[in-house]
């Protein structure tokens, strides 16, 4: 259990999966529709992996924990706004 007590562990494993989720939900929104109307909903699935991938390397092999731990804050937060916008205005 001592895995639980790292920053590293959380930071690298649902921090990143939720900062993911999110991302991909808010690219819905600001992603173009294209021809079929469907390029918004179907892009975000087939790069959810790679933003996943890319964010998970990113902060579980920096040496600077704390600005993996800002860049993650970042873009929960822009996402979050892009969502709040497109819901609520």
Known sequence: ML???NRRFWLSGPATLIVSLLIMLAMAVWFPAGAGN???IMMPLVL???IWAI???YTYLTTN???AQWLLAAL???NSL???FQFLG
Request: aromatic share 24%; charged share 15%; net charge positive.
């Open 76 to 78: 929960f937060v822009s």
């Open 55 to 57: 964010l998970f390397f």
């Open 3 to 5: 895995f639980l007590k």
């Open 65 to 67: 924990m704390r600005r």
């Open 48 to 50: 959810f992996p790679l």
């Open 82 to 84: 892009i969502l709040t």
């Open 38 to 40: 469907v390029n918004n």
